[in-house]
Nanobody, 118 residues
Framework: QVQLVESGGGLVQPGGSLRLSCAASRSAENVNRMAWYRQAPGKQRDLVAAISPGGKPNYADSVKGRFTISRDNAKNTIYLQMNRLKSEDTAVYYC????????????WGQGTQVTVSS
């Protein structure tokens, strides 16, 4: 059973920075796209950033220029460096991984809370 374990959330002031990590369990193979999503109270879960196995990133418009997603394939780990945080970035952040060959399955982490507040 593949598990995704997130870490790095917390409380930060506006303008501050946080770094999230998400590690897939060692047993995971054929890990394809990995991504971060977020969900604020009363809102749907939205894509924040994604990264291909080759390292190509894409970002939601709302975080371009402020967030950077990166990946360490040897560790099956992705990171999300979040700079110049705003109150509207407050949400639970979820890690997602698509794993498989001919058929890809979605796996989710348990979520980590990010709160941006003074």
């Amino acid at each position: 059973q593949v598990q995704l374990v997130e870490s790095g959330g917390g409380l930060v002031q506006p303008g501050g920075s946080l770094r999230l990590s998400c590690a897939a369990s060692r047993s995971a193979e054929n890990v394809n796209r990995m991504a971060w999503y977020r969900q604020a109270p009363g809102k749907q879960r939205d894509l924040v950033a994604a990264i291909s196995p080759g390292g190509k990133p894409n970002y939601a418009d709302s975080v371009k220029g402020r967030f950077t997603i990166s990946r360490d394939n040897a560790k099956n780990t992705i990171y999300l460096q979040m700079n110049r945080l705003k109150s509207e970035d407050t949400a639970v952040y979820y890690c997602n991984a698509k794993i498989g060959t001919l058929v890809q399955y979605d796996y989710w982490g348990q979520g980590t809370q990010v709160t941006v507040s003074s």
